[in-house]
């Protein structure tokens, strides 16, 4: 956990070690408060989301919401042109990620406010919460980038100065996520482990770690993630267009490429904790930008 002193927060999740990573205990909770706190997930799933560090639900958005999210993503990602919010695809030019969807787009902002979205992350966390980050990661048919296994709350905590993993992703299918087309893919439990990764984080490293398909920091070593796989396995989370995976910000995850002719888009929203509000990155220079990192 995080302790104060007179100055600034002890960490006890240090990473971007110089030498060798660990692979420690997580000293925080994952449903914070109370596995009967009100809300929309009932105490077995609270508790289930506990242990394996996701829930998963389906309709969560009907066919004209996801019309009107894919018509406005792509409308404004047209617009912005080359902006920094949006990150192309290293081989294909194609848009591979846009950033702060939910300041750029009236409609996504409107779906994350609804009790089955954020009342959710409210009865995780057991406080208010603001959006840290929100994105629509498009990973188009036939030239879809891998994203390679790494724990969010890593970089959140090493780039950002997010203190505790009081914090987690919803993801929304915008497009049927299968086991072909570069589903998520998540060792359930890892949540419980903090998995630090080995090198200082490079000035102004941020664009170069969205762009690439194995960021040279903030990855965790190898043989950690064969570890854990072999002590939990493998899950692969699939789901028809309107359906929701909810995540802890500690899981270690990851998808493969998509060369299938379908593409996989999905909205991002991640929901930190107001208590747990960001402060100075515990392990770089300065924070990211706000599209990024929202203060």
Not at 248 to 266: E, K, Q, V
Request: charged share 25%; hydrophobic share 35%; glycine share 6%.
């Amino acid at each position: 956990m995080v302790t104060q002193t007179a100055t600034r927060s002890v960490d006890v999740y240090r990473t971007r070690l110089a030498e060798h990573s660990q692979v420690e205990p997580r000293p925080h909770p994952v449903v914070w408060g109370s596995m009967k706190n009100p809300g929309p997930l009932s105490p077995p799933e609270l508790r289930r989301y506990d242990e394996r560090g996701y829930h998963t639900a389906t309709a969560i958005l009907d066919d004209a919401d996801i019309r009107r999210c894919l018509e406005d993503v792509h409308r404004i990602t047209d617009r912005l042109g080359e902006d920094d919010r949006i990150i192309r695809e290293p081989t294909s030019g194609d848009v591979r990620s846009m950033f702060a969807v939910a300041q750029l787009s009236d409609v996504v902002a409107e779906i994350c406010s609804r009790d089955e979205i954020v009342g959710v992350a409210r009865q995780i966390l057991d406080d208010d919460v603001y959006i840290h980050q929100s994105r629509v990661n498009l990973k188009p048919g036939f030239a879809g980038g891998p994203f390679y296994w790494h724990s969010d709350f890593e970089t959140w905590h090493a780039e950002d100065g997010m203190p505790a993993p009081r914090a987690l992703s919803v993801s929304i299918a915008l497009t049927p996520n299968h086991s072909y087309n570069g589903a998520l893919m998540i060792i359930p439990g890892s949540h419980k482990k903090f998995v630090s990764c080995v090198g200082a984080t490079p000035d102004g490293y941020h664009r170069e770690s969205l762009v690439s398909y194995r960021p040279p920091f903030g990855t965790p070593e190898e043989s950690d993630v064969t570890d854990l796989a072999d002590q939990s396995g493998i899950d692969t989370v699939t789901g028809a267009a309107g359906s929701a995976l909810y995540f802890d910000s500690n899981c270690m995850h990851a998808s493969s490429g998509n060369i299938t002719p379908y593409p996989r888009s999905n909205l991002f929203v991640v929901f930190n904790a107001k208590s747990n509000s960001v402060q100075e990155p515990f392990g770089a220079a300065r924070p990211r930008p706000d599209h990024l990192a929202h203060r």
